[in-house]
């Protein structure tokens, strides 16, 4: 377990590495820079700024420096936020951005858990069939439609909930409805799935016939074998709401890390791009990681090799 754990992290490193190089070199092949604006600035400034930053010099040279500052856990200077680290950006986002994610996925795996073992339960029935449409919708449907409908409904038409920002409890609601929505009917189909194939075993046959309640067949023999495909979807899922979700951070003007990363990708801001791909990489290296870890802890049975 633990040579499998110590791989696990080299080869991650190396993921983040490959991913760092590749964004590095990437982000040159796109037109345009990050000193140029509506009025634009004389050839003389754009190369002081450029010398200054040290984007006049040859790429495999800023690479070599950039790569050096990184592995002392320096990411640099926001280029259009030039009074903030890169470092500092990512962590006042992520913070945001952390604490919609935690209530999203919880709201996500609560309720998906529990409507997948229901529709599972009443296979077939009116309440499956239900559970069905709502899943089907809730996977089909882009999430930045049902983010919109949403807003129009619940913001404008009734006036229930704030439109932007988190200045209170109330602002969270709709952010975390619509952050949770589509995780939450992918993981009630996957549960579903997987307690229809779990529930047809010849052990829950015999945990019937021994006269054992629902409850116990279903929470403590079915759905434990039942979370193994849960658990796979989580890892990168978790990952991604982490990190911020692009969409909704821009529709309800929440300062996260994604709303961080579309504005350095609109104002070609290499260095906090760089280091929001960087992040990223790292957090869905780390999930990966883990899930690898739950899939011990669920299923003894299962080696790690």
Excluded at 19 to 46: N, R
Excluded at 58 to 70: F, T, W
Excluded at 116 to 144: C, I, M, Q, R
Excluded at 260 to 286: C, E, H, K, N, Q
């Amino acid at each position: 377990m633990l040579k499998y754990i110590i791989r696990r992290l080299f080869l991650g490193l190396f993921t983040v590495f490959a991913v760092t190089t590749i964004t590095f070199f990437l982000l040159f092949l796109v037109p345009g820079g990050p000193f140029l604006a509506e009025k634009a600035p004389s050839e003389e400034v754009i190369a002081e700024l450029n010398a200054r930053y040290g984007l006049d010099k040859p790429r495999v040279v800023q690479y070599k420096n950039y790569m050096v500052n990184l592995l002392k856990g320096d990411f640099g200077v926001s280029l259009k936020r030039r009074e903030y680290t890169v470092k500092e950006i990512i962590m006042s986002g992520f913070v945001v951005s952390a604490r919609l994610g935690v209530l999203a996925i919880l709201i996500a795996v609560i309720f998906g858990m529990i409507g997948g073992v229901l529709a599972a339960y009443y296979h077939g029935k009116f309440l499956d069939n239900l559970l069905v449409l709502f899943s089907t919708w809730g996977v089909a449907v882009p999430s930045f439609i049902t983010t919109i409908v949403f807003l129009l409904f619940f913001c404008v038409k009734l006036s229930i909930f704030p439109i932007m920002g988190l200045f209170s409890p109330l602002h969270y609601v709709l952010p975390v409805t619509c952050l949770a929505f589509y995780p939450t009917a992918y993981i009630m189909r996957l549960v579903r799935i997987s307690m229809l194939d779990v529930l047809g075993q010849d052990y829950i046959r015999t945990a019937r016939a021994k006269g054992l309640s629902t409850f116990k067949i279903i929470f403590k023999h079915a759905l434990r074998n039942a979370l193994l495909p849960v658990i796979t979807y989580l890892g990168p899922t978790l990952a991604w709401i982490l990190i911020g979700n692009f969409v909704i951070e821009k529709v309800f003007n929440i300062p996260g890390i994604g709303m961080a990363l579309i504005s350095a990708t609109l104002g070609r801001d290499y260095p906090l791009i760089m280091g929001i791909t960087i992040f990223l990489a790292f957090i869905i290296v780390l999930m990966n990681i883990l899930v690898d870890i739950l899939y011990k802890i669920i299923d003894p049975r299962i080696r790690l090799v």
